[in-house]
Every structure is written in C-alpha cells, then in structure tokens.
T-cell receptor
Framework: NAGVTQTPKFQVLKTGQSMTLQCAQD?????MYWYRQDPGMGLRLIYY???????DKGEVPNGYNVSRLNKREFSLRLESAAPSQTSVYFC??????????????FGPGTRLTVL | RKEVEQDPGPFNVPEGATVAFNCTYS??????FFWYRQDCRKEPKLLMS???SGNEDGRFTAQLNRASQYISLLIRDSKLSDSATYLC????????????FGKGTLLTVNP
C-alpha cells in the first residue's frame, strides 16, 4: 500500500494564481483531512471530509475550497493564492471507522510558496 | 487558554538521558489523546496513544491525568534517533473526528 500520497511535492505560485493540491489514500478510509503547518503555529485543520460526499470547514478555511471526488481522493484548491498561504500542506486520512483506534495517517506534504 | 499547550522547548539532551514532555488541554470533553512524532521536513506519525491507565511502549511511557487535563511523555535511555519534534494531539470528540495539535517540542539527542 502507498498509504497517503500528495502531489505536487513543491510548488511556487505568484499572487493571484490558482492551483489544486491532490491527495489520495489507498487504505479505504472514510475520513480525510487537509492541514497547513506554519513555523510556530503547529498543524491547523483547513477542511475535512468525514465521509464520501461530505465536507466541513476546519479552523482556517478562508481562501480554500475542497472536493471529495470519491472515497480515495480529496483535493484542496486555492482560487487566488496569497503570500499568507505560503505553508506546508498535509493531507491525512483516518482509520477510526475500522475500530482500530484513532490513528491518523499523513501524506508527505506539499511545500507551497506564494510570491 | 490555548486548546493544546506543550512545553515550548527545545530540549537538548545527551544520549542515555531521560526526558519528559508535558502537555495540557483545555477541553474537558476531550476523548482521546496521542503523541505524534515529526522528523525534520517529514510528515507527523503516530508514536503512541495515551490511555487513562497510562501505557508503555519500550522506552516510551505516556500518562494521562483527566482531572488536571494533563498529558505527559517520558523517554528513557534517549537515542540519537529519538531526535525529532514531539506533538501532543487531542481529539475533542463529537460526531466528527477532529484532532487538535500542539505546536510541538523539538528534541535533540546529542552524542
């Protein structure tokens, strides 16, 4: 199993450009999440999807949109990038539904710089 | 009070030392608790869950005090490979499973 995969690994955008961060998991998890991690701020939840067909806002949703395309894939879109969105973005999925506890698995991250 | 607060660190210890990390959480309804480890420029990975009775995994011991809303992680006989950032993580419960992460404490184990 590949676990959680993210593309791209690195991206540089200019202010105002748009892009979509892709995430996929092959563990048959129902729940998926997008976080951003900034120095001194820790991981903050942007959006999550408790199951296919549902999405909800997290702590810092402004400037982002998400799509839960199917059970495997959960994408994050920046419609008009701003320098404040320079961050490392992590996608995660959760296997709680399988009764194995609350382990959350993370992808390798996307390092985004907005100039 | 922040939802999850950790020792700010950083911690620099020699190999073989015992080191303890502390964490407090503000939501008394929180249901589950974890320590994650994050290596430099890598993703977080679950180190261990924290149970009310306390639990141990080799050199690592986690404790939970619900009355004080306090979580701890003890690492005995530190190894160079323990160098990482340790994240205290809390699930505040509810119908949607959402984790709240502390800012992390950086540990460097020196030879």
């Amino acid at each position: 199993n590949a676990g959680v995969t993210q593309t791209p690994k690195f991206q540089v955008l200019k202010t105002g450009q748009s892009m979509t961060l892709q995430c996929a998991q092959d563990m048959n998890h129902n729940s998926m999440y997008w976080y951003r991690q900034d120095p001194g701020m820790g991981l903050r939840l942007i959006y999550y999807s408790a199951s296919e067909g549902t999405t909800d806002k997290g702590e810092v949703p402004n400037g982002y949109n998400v799509s839960r395309l199917n059970k495997r894939e959960f994408s994050l879109r920046l419609e008009s990038a701003a320098p404040s969105q320079t961050s490392v973005y992590f996608c995660a999925s959760n296997d709680r539904d399988r009764g194995r506890g609350d382990t959350q698995y993370f992808g390798p991250g996307t390092r985004l710089t907005v100039l | 009070r922040k939802e999850v607060e950790q020792d700010p660190g950083p911690f620099n210890v020699p190999e073989g030392a015992t080191v303890a990390f502390n964490c407090t959480y503000s939501n008394s309804a929180s249901q589950s608790f974890f320590w994650y480890r994050q290596d430099c420029r890598k993703e977080p990975k679950l180190l261990m869950s924290v149970y009310s009775s306390g639990n141990e995994d080799g050199r690592f011991t986690a404790q939970l005090n619900r009355a004080s809303q306090y979580i701890s992680l003890l690492i005995r006989d530190s190894k160079l490979s323990d160098s990482a950032t340790y994240l205290c993580v809390v699930n505040s419960g509810g119908s949607n499973y959402k984790l709240t992460f502390g800012k992390g404490t950086l540990l460097t184990v020196n030879p």
